[in-house]
């Protein structure tokens, strides 16, 4: 029985000796995201709402896969057309508040990106800075709607110029991810 013991402890003390220490081996990681493979653009959305008003139905999708470097020589003259049709405020050569004509405006919207200010106020509009950026309580629509109904000076069709959305159903965050929960 005792050489059974003396057997048993050498053999576990062999194997407690000889196991591999894995902790040696380096553990690789990929070294980024995996981009392979085939990608389709769906929706463009920079600026909210502009793409689903002023583009005609049968050239959204054109519209959504156009780069966005491309897309005012591609659709600003459609933007144009369509903002006519839809606003008085532009008839006669009026202005937005920004001081810009319907071909200008337009022109600025036609480019579908959201620009991102890195050493300014980020803004959809504060009355100063545009299109600097967007904030979780930039009220984007209601000054989309400004911009394509106000005139010159916000007056012109109060009833066409607010979304009448003036706050969000739950209060935002103050930390990451700042978006309240779902109901």
Do not use: H
Not at 50 to 79: E, G, I, L, W, Y
Not at 99 to 108: I, P, R, S
Not at 119 to 131: E, P, W
Not at 134 to 153: A, K, M
């Amino acid at each position: 029985m005792k050489t059974i013991k003396i057997l048993s402890l050498t053999l576990l003390s062999l194997l407690a000796f000889n196991c591999s220490n894995d902790d040696d081996t380096q553990i690789t990681y990929p070294e980024g995201p995996d981009f392979s493979g085939t990608y389709a653009q769906e929706d463009q959305m920079g600026r909210p709402a502009v793409n689903t008003v002023f583009t005609s139905s049968a050239s959204k999708d054109m519209f959504n896969v156009t780069t966005p470097s491309m897309q005012n020589a591609a659709f600003q003259s459609m933007f144009e057309t369509n903002l006519l049709a839809l606003s008085p405020a532009y008839a006669d050569g009026g202005l937005n508040a920004l001081g810009q004509d319907a071909a200008a405006f337009t022109g600025l919207l036609a480019t579908d990106v959201l620009n991102v200010s890195l050493d300014g106020t980020t803004t959809f509009y504060d009355g100063t800075n545009l299109l600097t950026g967007r904030t979780l309580s930039d009220d984007v629509i209601t000054v989309e709607l400004l911009l394509i109904f106000g005139g010159e000076d916000f007056s012109e069709y109060p009833g066409l110029s607010n979304d009448n959305v003036d706050a969000n159903d739950k209060t935002f965050l103050t930390s990451f991810p700042y978006l309240a929960t779902p109901w």
